[in-house]
Structure formats: structure tokens, C-alpha cells
């Protein structure tokens, strides 16, 4: 799928699951180094810009002044000429080695603000943790900050006895090998129709690139797209613009505690494309219950807004919602900016 006779380190993160990829990792940088390795952080180019924009940037030779204005402009430029380099000769990696030299010497205000940084980005689900100390680990993990696919339960508020879980975890793969995830814009429109025998989930995802050249590093969007749903749930259909995907273009397999579907997409410069996937997820529970559902967040994702859109039987009234929404003519309404994993919980009564 990528094109290339070898797996190199940036190949390494390609499990949906963090704490899986994180092997990968260690196993690249430990057969590199010969150390093993303790601590893995893992930042994307959206928190490096954060942090260079609280260290007023960094100076490379040759470069000049690297900062949060430059910093995606730079890569660009660098991408072809890190291709053919050396480890110590590339761009990413003489930045990363500047930037720990200047976060060694900052002010005691500008290590205020890098602390505010980064605890922000950990609450965000942008910087992820594993660590080997197991002590530390699991206050990782309590805090969400690992990267894992998450494990739900009912909030402590609503129906526990009837409490329905449902999830989707949309984790994208830039196989393309480039730069152009900055210029990605997605929109989503997730309609859910909450029935008697099953829950009906229609997820339309617009992707748009803005980028304008087709010239490497940039050009189109190359996504192996992938959907983590719950294990009893159903595929009706996928459709692009408005046309059924064959058969043979998306596969379906049941993993551990749920299902995959992935699909390989290609979103051209300058051009949109509309995804919709339909899914069905049984439903037994008879008033009063809970449904609770979670849209896992991906991290490094640049450009997402999403919209749910709740309809349910007339038989079912919502009595407990949770976060605020707005609710008129009997559609429950919320909206995801995508700054952190979005759930809600709606309680019904007979």
C-alpha cells in the first residue's frame, strides 16, 4: 500500500491503538540505538507549532528563524531533501534537538506558558504517553492521556441497570507519504434514529483539500480510512458522492471487542468528496433506559467539526441529556469542535 521495500520509523504508527503502535516505535529506536527506551511522547505537528510559537521559535543553521508562522512552510520545503538524508542532516530532527536546547533555557514565564501548553494538548488527546513504569502508567491511562482505544461505562448519572454503549472510533492513515494534512477540512453530519429493534447510524464525512499545488510534498489526500464500531454492528452501506463503493473496495472484519470497516480513499487538490457510511446496531432495551454513545478522537487531526443529529420512537422520552444540546421538534442536537473524545448520554422514559 505505501509503495515501499522497507518500514521505516514514520511507518510505526499505524495501529489505531497507541499503546500497540508505541511497540512499534520502541522496537525501530531500539534496534537504531541499542538503548531501550523508557518514555515515549508522541507530538504532532499541530502541538510543535503550539510549542514554538511559547519559545518565540528556534534558530537553524542554514534556516534561519523557525516559528509558528514558518514552521508547516519549512517542512514543505524540507520533505524533499530529507527524503535522500541522514537522520542528524533532516529538518524534523535537527528542529526537535534546537527545540529541547531552547526549552532548557527558558524563562521562568515562557515554562509557565509550556507547561499550560502541554497539559492542554494531554486533555486534548493531541500529545500521547506509555511509559514502562506501570505505577505511572496507569495514572496515565486514568487521565486518558495513552492513547488507547477507550473502554466505556455508563455515567454515573443515568440508567445504570438499562444502559445501552455504543461507539465509533474514525482513525485515518496517511498512505500518500506527504504533507497535506494541514489542508485537509472535514465536516461531518452523523444522524442517529434511536428505534425499537435497532439504532440506525448514517455518518456523511466531507473532505475537502485546499492545498493548490499537485507537485510532492503536497497533491491528493491518499486515506486508508478505517471505522471502529461496536462488535454487533451492521453495515447497510457505504456511498461516495452519492454512489454505492463495491464490494471489493472496503472490508469488514471482526476484532477483538468490535468491528473494523476500512475503506482507501482519494481526495485530489483544490476538490471535495462526499463519504457516507450506513450502520445498524440492535437494540432490545424497552423504557427506561440510557444510550450512551462516544466519538473517539484521533489525534493530529487539523480541521474537524462534526454535527449529531438524534431522532428516536415516539415511545421514548427524554428525560436526562447530557452535555447540554438543544432539543426542538423532538431532534436532539450537538456539536463536536473536536477538542477532546465527544460522548453524550440521553436517559428515556416511557
Not at 514514520?10 to 520502541?26: H, L, M
Not at 508562522?69 to 520533505?79: D, F, G, W
Not at 427524554?318 to 456539536?335: E, G, M, T
Request: glycine share 4%; net charge negative.
Amino acid at each position: 500500500m505505501l509503495g515501499e521495500e522497507v518500514f521505516y520509523l514514520r511507518d510505526s504508527n499505524w495501529q489505531a491503538d497507541f499503546a500497540q503502535s508505541n511497540q512499534e516505535i520502541k522496537w525501530f529506536v531500539e534496534q537504531a540505538t541499542g538503548s531501550k527506551i523508557d518514555l515515549t511522547v508522541a507530538l504532532n505537528t499541530k502541538t510543535i507549532s503550539e510549542i514554538l510559537k511559547v519559545v518565540d521559535g528556534v534558530e537553524l543553521a542554514n534556516d534561519g528563524l523557525i516559528n509558528t508562522i514558518n514552521y508547516l512552510e519549512r517542512q514543505e520545503k524540507a520533505a524533499s531533501l530529507d527524503y535522500k538524508s541522514v537522520n542528524s542532516e533532516k529538518f524534523s530532527w535537527r528542529l526537535i534537538n534546537a527545540l529541547l536546547d531552547k526549552i532548557s533555557q527558558l524563562t521562568q514565564s515562557q515554562f509557565v506558558a509550556l507547561n499550560k501548553l502541554l497539559i492542554k494538548d494531554l486533555n486534548q488527546k493531541e500529545i500521547l504517553l506509555q511509559v514502562n513504569d506501570q505505577n505511572l502508567q496507569q495514572i496515565i491511562e486514568a487521565n486518558s492521556w495513552s492513547g488507547e482505544k477507550v473502554i466505556m461505562t455508563c455515567p454515573a448519572e443515568f440508567k445504570q441497570e438499562n444502559c445501552l454503549l455504543d461507539s465509533l472510533f474514525q482513525v485515518e492513515n496517511n498512505v500518500g507519504v506527504n504533507k497535506i494534512n494541514p489542508y485537509i477540512k472535514e465536516t461531518i453530519e452523523h444522524n442517529l434514529g434511536i428505534g425499537k429493534d435497532f439504532i440506525r447510524h448514517k455518518r456523511k464525512i466531507t473532505f475537502e483539500n485546499f492545498a493548490k499545488s499537485n507537485t510532492w510534498p503536497l497533491g491528493a489526500y491518499h486515506d486508508f480510512l478505517k471505522f471502529y464500531l461496536n462488535s454487533q454492528a451492521s453495515l447497510e452501506k457505504i456511498e461516495i458522492d452519492g454512489q454505492p463503493l463495491e464490494e471489493e473496495k472496503f472490508k469488514v472484519a471482526d476484532i477483538e471487542n468490535g468491528k473494523e470497516i476500512s475503506l482507501l480513499l482519494e481526495i485530489p487538490t483544490q476538490s471535495k468528496i462526499e463519504l457516507e457510511i450506513t450502520y445498524l446496531i440492535p437494540n432490545q432495551m424497552q423504557p427506561p433506559f440510557s444510550y450512551v454513545f462516544l466519538d473517539q478522537k484521533q489525534a493530529g487531526v487539523f480541521a474537524k467539526e462534526t454535527a449529531y443529529n438524534i431522532v428516536f420512537d415516539e415511545q421514548f422520552k427524554p428525560q436526562l441529556i447530557a452535555p447540554s444540546a438543544i432539543y426542538q421538534d423532538k431532534i436532539i442536537r450537538f456539536n463536536n469542535s473536536n477538542t477532546d473524545h465527544f460522548l453524550f448520554a440521553i436517559n428515556f422514559s416511557e
